[in-house]
């Protein structure tokens, strides 16, 4: 099988017809488009969700953190606490193990959450580490109770812009590929977009003016997101590449990788908001400093198009491996 996530029809056909009695106290199950479970515990509810790293090396821990968060976040939901699992090679260092924890310790500082557990255990079974996060949360009964479905013309939000986490890998795991083809100032950029990687602030003005749906973007970049949340509903989407933000950093990277496809890259510090027409959600983020992008909207033809630059209209396909596989694969190959 191809290395990144199962698809959309592998999930459903091997995946989702197994996960085993449903629960009444389970709210929001496991589903496609879903970033996390939500529990109902009388006053509260719970909001979990759980993401490997595997894709990077260098600030694992650090990202690892902020994946798993995001996706709480998106729910609705608020932070509170990480568990940790690690399962190292055999190479793995103290050292290597320190630089983990001090990165997943520098993100929950950020975010003001505690690891409250894990395991570490070095083992002969992997041959590459294997970083595990899981993120619980709370969330108030009122936004569950107020979620409005999706409607025809609703529109689709995107902050900061795409292939964000997959620019801040690239150019932190492998700043040496770019040297001499792409300017210093844009590689360090590049590196800085680390710090871009929290959607806390945006996913928390987002829910308190309106948001209908929220989504981390992550593998499969913002194609593979917005296709999720369609999956989950019965309309269509119409979203306009001309309207997607790019960081010059991460534009910088298609004079290396020609053929890289920056909307299927991973883009975890993305988010993807769906508000009703004439939302106030770009005005609150735009006065919170956060740019902002209105990419597209639903419609009530069920088809999933891409209006591109060049003036073509294509199909959305149903997300395959993320772009950063195939590049990590050919660096490899060097």
């Known amino acids: 099988m191809k290395t990144g996530k199962l698809t959309i029809e592998q999930l459903k056909k ?19 488009g879903e970033d996390s479970a939500v529990i109902d515990f009388n006053d509260q509810l719970c909001v979990i969700s759980t993401d490997p790293i595997t894709g990077a090396s260098k600030d694992n821990g650090y990202l690892g953190v902020h994946v798993a968060c995001n996706d709480v976040i998106a729910s609705g939901g608020k932070p509170l606490g990480i568990l940790i699992t690690l399962l190292l090679k055999e190479e793995t260092t103290e050292e290597d193990i320190r630089r983990i924890i001090e990165g997943a310790n520098k993100a929950c ?32 009964k009122k936004y569950l109770e107020n ?21 801040s890998i690239l150019y932190n ?13 844009l590689i360090k950029d590049g590196q800085d977009m680390l710090n871009w ?10 829910l308190e003016n309106g948001a209908k749906v929220m989504h981390d973007v992550t593998e499969g970049g913002v194609l593979g997101g917005v296709y999720e949340i369609a999956d989950n509903t019965n309309l269509g989407i119409e979203i306009f590449e001309k309207e997607i933000y790019f960081h010059p950093a991460t534009l910088a990277l298609l004079k290396v990788f020609p053929d890289l496809e920056l909307l ?24 919170a400093g956060i740019k902002s992008f209105s990419i597209g909207r639903f419609t009530k033809d069920k088809s999933r198009l891409l209006h591109t630059t060049n003036g073509e209209v294509i199909d959305i396909a149903d997300p395959k491996s993320d772009e950063l596989w195939s590049i990590i694969d050919k660096l490899k190959e060097r």
């Open 109 to 140: 500082e950020e975010l003001g959450i505690e690891i409250m557990g894990g395991h570490t255990e070095i083992t002969s079974s992997v041959k590459e580490s294997i970083l595990s996060f899981t993120a619980l949360g709370t969330k108030e």
């Open 14 to 32: 091997i995946v989702f017809p197994y996960i085993g009695v449903r629960r009444p106290e389970v709210l929001v199950h496991a589903a496609i």
């Open 197 to 206: 990687l929290s959607i806390f602030k945006e996913g928390n003005i987002a």
């Open 147 to 167: 979620q409005v479905a999706i409607e025809d013309g609703d529109e689709i939000i995107l902050t900061k812009g795409g292939a964000i986490e997959g620019t």
């Open 264 to 287: 299927r890259l991973i883009s975890s510090g993305s988010l993807l908001i769906v508000g009703k027409k004439n939302n106030d959600i770009k005005a609150m983020l735009k006065k």
């Open 173 to 185: 795991d492998f700043a040496d590929v770019f040297e001499n083809v792409v300017d210093k100032q």
